[in-house]
């Protein structure tokens, strides 16, 4: 508060005389005649010197207040209540006394509370001129009173603004517009239904993602790598019959090739949940996304996935470890150890699920499946995956070193020469190579796949950890301010949604990362099954079909007769 008096400065109070007939007055009141400020603006207005209210008015229309009706009514309101009540401070008579003034400036109460509500978007709506600093003085007031200006003044002594158009025009009453495809927040203004989803009243509506990139585009590619995992389910499926059927495929090394086969099995079998309904394993409810404490189905389709990718990596691991010992050290080590094999490869993905449950750490963070969230996927799920496969991928280098070099040499040396001309030690290194060139005959589908796990993992995860972060709603936040804008200047959505892609995953990448290890059941059924099994297949039917019809019994008793 200040009186106005004649001209006298001092530390906290500027004194000014308002007479007209006063030769040292500072500034004059007047009557508002603007436009602006016309809602919070019923009061005689105080003008600096040599400045009138159309002054003032082009200064604000330069500061962007003509652009405050374009923004969320939370933050509208607190900033034209900022800058009406700086630009126009408040004249009052002194009670009693004749010629004598109080003016009343800007409330540091509305200051914080602009800065709080419009900071982001200011800087936005490239407003930054215009974001408060209440620690200094009040903007242009170091004009006339030098050299310190006028603070922002406690509240009871300050120039507070309300809209004139009272209580039915109040912020807790206005419902905020929301353009498609935001949705009003239902606890806006008094809260909001979900800080990560919603501002200013409204809400992107979940799946969020959905609604940032072109209309209908993340549908369709989801859809189908959708397709592309049911597919793999029932191939790999069909490779785990096999195995588990057909004689001889139960032993080893064709075991581990079961085992790793179940494990791809259990990673496709879960597309399951978000075929059936793909929306409620994303979203708990209109805005909320789905975590293991909101939607029980999330939860349990996670701790599957968790589960099923960390061992399909373990027995993946396996199946290289074998290829090792056997073609390099001719080795069958794994043959009598399968026990170790389940407590190891199986326990240690029981180890990584519970970790991720016990931890809470299960939701949906894109596509259509939940998995462990973003800021704790690497330490939780990657990184355990990770101490298996990428050893396992050094010790597959070198056995395609050590391949390699045995071809080299047998290529060298003469196959065709007697054993009796060789010495023992040249003997044993032909003997050697054949083995080497015998195993990779053998063994190179477990080679090959094991080479399309790995790559399809550290794909997957590379495009986890550098591309996925972008849609984090608190990396978005300013970005999706700027949609909202957009769409508010009645521009069409996919217009909107290109101006806001430099800012997410690219499109094909997201696509294909989740195609890559949507395919996994498809590639080891193509690598797998081979001509041999269907002909293995038809023999057992035609076993199992000469069974059941009776004939192994009457060619029984025959041959009984004829033995008597």
């Known amino acids: 508060m200040v009186h106005l008096f004649t001209k006298v400065a001092a530390v906290a109070t500027l004194a000014i005389g308002l007479l007209s007939s006063t030769a040292d007055a500072i500034g004059s009141s007047a009557q508002y005649t603007g436009t602006i400020c016309k809602n919070y603006v019923d009061y005689e207005v105080w003008l600096p010197p040599n400045t009138t209210v159309a002054t003032i008015e082009a200064m604000l229309v330069a500061q962007g207040a003509d652009k405050a009706s374009q923004m969320p009514v939370v933050c509208a309101e607190p900033l034209m209540e900022y800058m009406c009540s700086i630009a126009y401070p408040r004249v009052q008579a002194v009670a009693g006394t004749q010629n004598e003034f109080d003016v009343k400036f800007a409330c540091a109460s509305t200051c914080q509370k602009t800065y709080e509500q419009c900071a982001m978007l200011l800087t936005v709506f490239e407003m930054e001129a215009a974001i408060p600093n209440c620690n200094a003085p009040i903007p242009e007031s170091t004009k006339y009173a030098s050299p310190a200006g006028i603070n922002f003044q406690s509240d009871g002594n300050c120039n507070a603004l309300t809209s004139l158009g009272g209580a039915g025009n109040s912020l807790s009453n206005i419902t905020a517009e929301c353009d498609a495809p935001f949705v ?3 606890l806006y203004p008094a809260g909001t239904a979900n800080p990560s989803y919603c501002m200013y009243g409204c809400c992107l509506p979940c799946p969020a993602q959905y609604h940032l990139y072109r209309e209908g585009a993340l549908e369709t590619g989801f859809t189908i790598t959708n397709y592309a995992r049911a ?27 079961l085992f790793f086969a179940i494990g791809v099995f259990l990673f496709s ?13 994303q979203c708990a409810d209109l805005i909320t996304p789905s975590t293991q404490h909101n939607n029980l189905k999330c939860g349990i389709q996670g701790a599957i996935l968790v589960f099923a990718s960390v061992a399909t990596c373990a027995w993946c691991t396996a199946l290289i470890l074998n290829l090792h010992f056997h073609t390099v050290w ?4 794994f043959s009598n150890k399968y026990g170790l094999l389940h407590v190891i490869c199986w326990g240690y993905a029981c180890i990584i699920t519970g970790v991720a449950v016990g931890m809470g750490h299960i939701q949906w963070d894109f596509a ?12 939780i799920f990657f990184y355990p995956m990770a101490a298996m ?25 003469s196959e065709t020469m007697s054993r009796s001309t060789l010495s023992a030690g040249a003997a044993a290194a032909i003997s050697h190579r054949r083995h080497v060139m015998m195993a990779i005959r053998i063994q190179w589908r477990a080679a090959l796949m094991a080479i399309c796990a790995m790559v399809s993992v550290t ?3 590379l495009f986890y950890f550098i591309q996925l972060r972008k849609i984090n709603p608190t990396t978005l936040s300013k970005n999706i301010v700027l949609f909202v804008f957009c769409l508010k ?15 997410l995953p690219p499109y094909g990448l997201m696509i294909a990362a989740e195609f890559v290890v949507s395919s996994i059941g498809t590639i080891i059924f193509i690598v797998f099954f081979k001509t041999a099994l269907v002909r293995e297949w038809a023999d057992k039917l035609s076993s199992l079909g000469y069974l059941l019809s009776g004939k192994r019994k009457q060619k029984k008793e025959q041959d009984q007769f004829f033995v008597i």
């Open 368 to 379: 259509t499946l939940c998995l462990v969230s973003q800021d704790k996927a690497s330490e």
């Open 330 to 333: 001719n080795s069958a080590w």
């Open 389 to 413: 496969i990428f050893p396992a991928f050094l010790v597959h280098i070198a056995t395609f070193f050590h391949i390699a070099r045995i071809s080299t040499m047998a290529g060298a040396d």
């Open 231 to 257: 597919v793999s389910m029932v191939l790999s499926f069909l490779l785990v019959l096999t195995y588990l059927v057909l004689d001889d495929k139960r032993s080893h090394p064709s075991a581990l090739i």
């Open 489 to 503: 200047k009645g521009t069409p959505h996919n217009e909107c949604a290109d101006n806001l892609a430099p800012f």
């Open 459 to 461: 794909f997957y995860w």
């Open 184 to 186: 009003t927040d239902p």
């Open 269 to 281: 079998v879960v597309i399951i949940f978000p075929l059936i309904d793909t929306k409620s394993m």
